[in-house]
């Protein structure tokens, strides 16, 4: 049994469970509980066949952190019934918090449209002490300490020897033509550019 979670707009959870039926068992039938401190919160009958590996979803109010518990119960015998079980902690949710420089406004602007998302800096808001995610085009504010960066324009020292930038366009050099999503397309046709 897997057990993941996505956080969704608006602050809630997305939950995952799946289940993997060996491929010499018998089919068979059961229920899967979704708890919470010993609560039923979501239960889904469901139906396993030989081979078979169902997903299951669950949407879930955000709030508080919490520790969630996947049971499988099924109703026929079952070989090993220590996998019939999986927790998952969900952090509590709160807004995300994102640096972006006063100077990149469309950023702010797109960013500041989003639900749950403080954009920073503010000038009536204390500066939290980690953010979510810095947006820059800045060299010292890569320093923040944050849980994702993104630069804008910045080359990493690490491959500066490598990697030039110049003011005119480019085209891609190769792709995956073996690609289901690229097969049909041809990017020599394709240019990129910087400044249109």
């Known amino acids: 049994m897997a057990f993941s979670a996505r956080r969704a707009p608006g602050g809630h959870w997305q939950v995952f469970v799946q289940l993997a039926g060996s491929a010499n068992a018998e089919s068979t039938t059961g229920t899967l509980e979704l708890r919470q401190e010993d609560k039923i919160i979501a239960h889904e009958d469901l139906s396993l066949t030989r081979g078979s590996s169902p997903r299951l979803a669950f949407d879930l109010a955000g709030g508080p952190g919490a520790v969630l518990e996947a049971r499988l119960r099924l109703n026929d015998f079952d070989s090993l019934a220590a996998d019939d079980a999986a927790w998952l902690t969900l952090p509590a949710t709160r807004p995300l918090a994102i640096f972006v420089p006063e100077k990149l406004a469309g950023y702010r602007h797109a960013l500041a449209a989003l639900e749950d998302v403080n954009v920073f800096p503010q000038a009536d808001a204390p500066t939290p002490a980690v953010f979510d995610l810095v947006i820059s085009d800045y060299e010292e504010d890569m320093e923040k300490p944050a849980r994702v960066r993104c630069a804008i324009g910045i080359i990493p020292p690490d491959v500066r020897s490598l990697v030039t ?18 097969q049909h397309v041809s990017l020599r046709d394709v240019v990129f550019m910087d400044h249109p």
């Open 165 to 182: 930038v110049e003011g005119k366009s480019s085209q891609a050099i190769d792709w995956r033509r073996d690609s289901p999503l690229l």
